[in-house]
């Protein structure tokens, strides 16, 4: 799954998936919508671009079956959402925190709505990394 998104659900939305390396040298995956603003951050990192890519793609092929949901900010007043993956690690979490709830969970279906698109698609619309 690499190159432009050909599925129906996410054509031309601009959304798109960059990699992004830390500090210390490991991956983490974030998707941007088209006007720049982050949607999700990947909540685990990879020794290698590969690896990130590849889970990004697995989250994406197996969104329908993932559980998750939203909470309060343990580090704010807000509230965030979180994904976990099949063994119950969290996978993806909102790339900020929400000031009502009602917010975060639209949010939070948007993003299970984008995910199941993606994992639909031909491939995920992989971009630069900033």
């Avoid at 603003?37 to 685990?44: D, E, N, P, W, Y």
């Avoid at 949010?107 to 992989?126: D, I, K, M, N, S």
Wanted: charged residues 20%.
């Amino acid at each position: 799954m690499t190159g432009d998104v050909r599925g129906a659900s996410t054509r031309g939305t601009g959304t798109r998936c960059q990699v992004d390396i830390n500090e210390d040298g490991w991956f983490s995956w974030r998707l941007t919508a088209n006007n720049g603003r982050v949607i999700a951050l990947g909540a685990r990192t990879y020794q290698d671009e590969a690896q990130c890519k590849t889970a990004f793609e697995a989250l994406c092929t197996g969104a329908d079956g993932l559980a998750g949901g939203v909470q309060h900010a343990a580090e704010s007043n807000g509230w965030v959402w979180r994904l976990r993956g099949p063994d119950g690690q969290v996978q993806a979490v909102s790339a900020r925190a929400y000031e009502r709830h009602s917010t975060c969970q639209a949010a939070y279906e948007r993003f299970r709505v984008l995910l199941l698109g993606l994992g639909a698609a031909e491939a995920v619309p992989w971009g630069d990394s900033s």
